[in-house]
C-alpha cells in the first residue's frame, strides 16, 4: 500500500523522502526560472521585504550603537595621534585650496566655454542607510532601507563619500539590494582618468583583505600609468555612469602576453565602515533594441 | 501550530541577528552560521521532515535577500536538514558531542558546497586560500556561537515536547 495514501482517522502525513523529492524539484525549477527571468524577485521581495526589513532596520541600528562605542574606546589613542597629523595637514591643505580655487575659476571659465556640465554635482542623489549585510560569507551584498516607493530601480548606481560603491541588482517596496564593486561576482567598465586608456575593475575575495579589489585588461603600450593614478567609470559601460570615481592604481604590472597590463586598485571608499550610502536616481542611458 | 509560530520566530531571529548584529561583532570579515546552527540541530532532534523543512525556509530567506538566483541555498540548507534527521535515533539530550559533531560537519559541507558551486565553477582554483580564509574561520567562528546557542534551541525544544506530550495525554 503507498504510504501517501490518508487512512481513515490518522493525520495526513507525507513521508520525508518524498518530500525531499518534491522540494528538490522545486528548488531546481526556482534556480533554472531565476536564472534567466527575474519572475519571482517581485513578489517574494514584497513578502519577505514586509516581515524582515522592520527588524532588520532596528536591530542594525543597535548593532551599528554598540559597534560604535566599542571602536570609540579602541581608537581614542589613535584619534590624538591623527589629530596632531591632521592639524598640519590642514595647514598645507589651506595653501593648496587656495591655488586650487584659482585653478577651478579658470576650470569653470573653460567649461562654460566648452559648454561642459560639471558631471558627478549633477546626478540626482537621495541617501540610504544599510540595513543589513550579506548572511554568508563569500560575497560582499548589503541591504539598503530605500526601494522602489522611493524611487529606486534596479541598475542604479550606488556612491559613498567621493567613490562608486556598487550597483542595484535587486529592488523591493521599501528595500533595495547593492551589489558592491568589491563582491567577487562584480566587475566594472573603467579607465585610467590621466589616459583615458580602459580597463576591467573586479571584485575579489582573495584581495578583499588587503583592502584591495584587481584590475586587468589594461593596453598601456606607452608606459604612460603609473601607480596612484585614478580609475573612474568609463564612458562604455553600460550600466554604470560615466567619471565616477572608483579608486587608485596600487601595483600594477604587465600580463605574460606583453599586450595588457593588470594590477591592483584601493577603492576610494572604506568598505569596511560603510553606513550610509548614495544612490544615483539616474539610469544610465540604454539603446532600444 | 505553536511548534510552527516558535520556529519561524527563531527562523527570523537567527536570519536578522546573522546580517546585522554579527556583521559588526565579525572576525576578520567573517560571521558566523546561525541558519546551519538551527537547520542541524532541528534536523537531529526532530527528524527528517522537520530539518528539511526548516533548512528549506533558511536557505529560502537567504536567496532572497542575498543570492542572484532563487533556490541554491534552499536547496544546500534543505539537504543539511535532511541529512541531520538521519541521526535522530542516536540523538540524546544530554549528549553534546555528537550535536557538535554534526553542527560543525554540516557547516564545513555547506562551505565547501557553496566553495565549489559559487567559485571552482567560475574557474576560483586556490581552494587552500578560501579554506584558511573563509571555511575553517567560518566552522571554529560558528563552533563557539554553538556553544551559547545550541542549550537555548535544545531548551526551547524541550519545552515545547513536554507540552505536547502532556496535551497528549489528555485526549487518551
Same mark, same amino acid.
Do not use: H
Given at each position: 500500500m503507498s504510504?501517501?495514501?490518508?487512512?481513515?482517522?490518522?493525520?495526513?502525513?507525507?513521508?520525508?523522502?518524498?518530500?525531499?523529492?518534491?522540494?528538490?524539484?522545486?528548488?531546481?525549477?526556482?534556480?533554472?526560472?531565476?536564472?534567466?527571468?527575474?519572475?519571482?524577485?517581485?513578489?517574494?521581495?514584497?513578502?519577505?521585504?514586509?516581515?524582515?526589513?522592520?527588524?532588520?532596520?532596528?536591530?542594525?541600528?543597535?548593532?551599528?550603537?554598540?559597534?560604535?562605542?566599542?571602536?570609540?574606546?579602541?581608537?581614542?589613542?589613535?584619534?590624538?595621534?591623527?589629530?596632531e597629523k591632521l592639524k598640519q595637514q590642514i595647514d598645507e591643505l589651506t595653501i593648496d585650496i587656495t591655488r586650487l580655487q584659482q585653478d577651478k575659476y579658470e576650470l569653470n571659465n573653460l567649461r562654460e566655454l566648452y559648454q561642459l556640465d560639471s558631471q558627478y554635482d549633477e546626478y540626482e542623489k537621495i541617501g540610504a542607510r544599510i540595513i543589513a549585510r550579506d548572511a554568508g560569507n563569500w560575497y560582499s551584498s548589503f541591504v539598503i532601507d530605500k526601494g522602489s516607493n522611493d524611487g529606486i530601480e534596479v541598475n542604479m548606481n550606488v556612491m559613498a563619500g567621493a567613490g562608486l560603491v556598487g550597483i542595484v541588482v535587486d529592488v523591493g517596496p521599501n528595500w533595495a539590494k547593492v551589489t558592491s564593486i568589491i563582491a567577487d561576482n562584480s566587475n566594472v567598465s573603467g579607465k585610467v582618468l590621466s589616459t583615458s586608456d580602459n580597463l576591467i575593475v573586479s571584485g575579489d575575495l582573495e584581495l578583499m583583505s588587503e583592502g584591495v579589489i584587481s584590475f586587468s585588461q589594461l593596453i598601456d603600450s606607452d608606459n604612460q600609468v603609473v601607480e596612484g593614478d585614478k580609475i573612474v567609470t568609463s564612458s562604455i559601460s553600460d550600466k554604470y555612469l560615466p567619471g565616477i570615481l572608483i579608486g587608485y592604481i596600487n601595483s600594477i604590472s604587465a600580463d605574460s602576453n606583453n599586450l595588457t597590463k593588470s594590477g591592483c586598485v584601493t577603492p576610494a571608499v572604506d568598505f569596511e565602515h560603510l553606513e550610509e550610502v548614495l544612490v544615483i536616481t539616474e539610469l544610465k542611458q540604454q539603446i532600444e533594441e | 501550530m505553536k511548534r510552527n509560530i516558535i520556529s519561524a520566530i527563531l527562523i527570523l531571529f537567527c536570519f536578522v541577528l546573522q546580517c546585522t548584529v554579527f556583521r559588526w561583532l565579525d572576525f576578520g570579515g567573517i560571521v558566523p552560521n546561525?541558519?546551519?546552527?538551527?537547520?542541524?540541530?532541528? /534536523?537531529?532532534?526532530?527528524?527528517?521532515?522537520?530539518?528539511?523543512? !526548516? &533548512? +528549506?525556509?533558511? /536557505?529560502?530567506?537567504?536567496?532572497?535577500?542575498?543570492?542572484?538566483? !532563487? &533556490? +541554491?541555498?534552499a536547496l544546500v540548507y534543505m539537504y543539511i536538514g535532511f541529512v541531520n534527521g538521519k541521526f535522530n535515533r542516536q540523538f540524546y539530550p544530554e549528549d553534546i558531542k555528537m550535536p557538535m559533531c554534526l553542527i560543525i560537519g554540516s557547516d564545513f559541507v555547506y562551505g565547501f558546497v557553496c566553495y565549489v558551486f559559487l567559485f571552482l565553477l567560475r574557474g576560483r582554483l586556490n581552494i587552500g586560500y578560501y579554506m584558511m580564509h573563509v571555511i575553517i574561520p567560518e566552522v571554529v567562528y560558528t563552533l563557539i556561537v554553538t556553544i551559547f546557542l545550541y542549550p537555548i534551541i535544545l531548551k526551547i525544544n524541550y519545552r515545547l515536547e513536554s507540552k505536547e506530550k502532556r496535551s497528549a495525554k489528555k485526549f487518551v
Open positions: 504510504p501517501v495514501i490518508k487512512k481513515k482517522g490518522e493525520k495526513f502525513t507525507l513521508p520525508s523522502k518524498y518530500l525531499l523529492f518534491i522540494l528538490t524539484i522545486l528548488c531546481l525549477l526556482l534556480v533554472v526560472l531565476t536564472f534567466n527571468t527575474s519572475l519571482f524577485n517581485g513578489p517574494l521581495g514584497t513578502i519577505a521585504g514586509y516581515i524582515v526589513v522592520p527588524f532588520q532596520r532596528g536591530i542594525s541600528e543597535v548593532g551599528s550603537w554598540m559597534n560604535d562605542r566599542s571602536e570609540e574606546l579602541s581608537e581614542i589613542q589613535d584619534l590624538l595621534e591623527e589629530n | 546561525l541558519l546551519i546552527i538551527l537547520t542541524a540541530s532541528f /534536523g537531529f532532534m526532530r527528524g527528517e521532515t522537520t530539518g528539511l523543512l !526548516i &533548512g +528549506f525556509v533558511c /536557505g529560502l530567506l537567504t536567496d532572497i535577500f542575498f543570492a542572484d538566483i !532563487i &533556490g +541554491f541555498y
